[in-house]
């Protein structure tokens, strides 16, 4: 299915591994230009280099971290400058620890507000006045299942993407009209650097092999198994597509069927 995409530009937060790198790769097999942002130069430049190597899409890489915003306006800047004007933006970013509600620290609250979520009101600002003068754009807010069904100890998590899940949808109310979509994707589980990290707190928390734990949780997803990044992008992709321009304000879970919730 050809999605439309060919010729087009994208910005993708997180794009140098895990479920952000698996949408830039997908949206590069498209035809599309992607500037990968992210912080760690050596991921970025890998990431772009694999992309580089296969016979469709670009990428090139962009180093910043979000929780400068001086650095983050930098980036768009030289994004634009390498791919473009910004036709796609992909909010996407790693989570905080693991938390309790009750008393977490106010300093870790603040520093991953500015990180989660004034990053992606940023980062949106900078890019959402070009698409709606050019009448097209695709923003996919990356998030978690948590939204629909909080995960224990990931308390600030839980918090601070629930807060995007209402911004996300206010603002695709208000450019609709603007030829912009603006949708959520919430991904269960999957083999990424961050699950295995989650895997290996409990497993020292509760004393158990690291493998049991994956196996456990394996076993409570309808589909019996982890996602891969591959399937993540895909999702992202069509979201972008021009095919999905009628699909906007929505929130589609990536869980293997995990999410007990309708």
């Known amino acids: ?18 479920l952000g790198q698996g949408v830039a790769e997908a949206l590069a097999a498209e035809g599309v230009s992607v500037a990968l942002l992210a912080r760690a130069p050596n991921a970025l430049k890998a990431a772009a280099e694999a992309i580089n190597g296969r016979k469709k899409g670009r990428a090139v890489a962009v180093a910043a971290d979000l929780a400068d915003p001086a650095a983050i306006a930098d980036a768009v800047a030289h994004a634009r400058g390498q791919v473009g004007p910004i036709d796609i ?31 992606t009101f ?19 807010n990356i998030a978690s299942t948590s939204v629909v069904e909080p995960i224990p100890e990931l308390a600030i998590s839980n918090g601070l993407r629930g807060l995007i899940a209402g911004w996300s949808k206010t603002l695709a109310g208000e450019v609709a009209r603007d030829g912009v979509t603006v949708n959520m994707l919430l991904p269960g589980s999957f083999a990424t650097e961050r699950t295995t990290s989650i895997n290996r707190r409990q497993a020292e928390r509760e004393g158990m092999p690291e493998a049991d734990v994956a196996r456990l949780a394996t076993a409570a997803i309808p589909v019996g198994r982890y996602g891969c990044p591959e399937e993540f992008g895909a999702a992202a992709a069509f979201l972008c597509s021009q095919s999905a321009g009628y699909v906007t304000g929505s929130m589609m879970r990536v869980d293997g069927g995990a999410c007990q919730s309708l």
């Open 1 to 18: 299915m050809d999605l439309g995409l060919a010729g087009r530009s994208a910005l993708v937060v997180g794009g140098s591994k895990g």
């Open 122 to 140: 940023q980062l949106t600002d900078l890019l959402l006045p070009t698409m709606r003068q050019r009448r097209w754009g695709r923003i996919v």
């Open 89 to 119: 933006l992909i909010n996407n970013c790693g989570g905080p620890p693991p938390t309790t509600a009750a008393g977490a620290d106010a300093a870790l609250w603040l520093g991953q507000f500015q990180q989660m979520a004034l990053s």
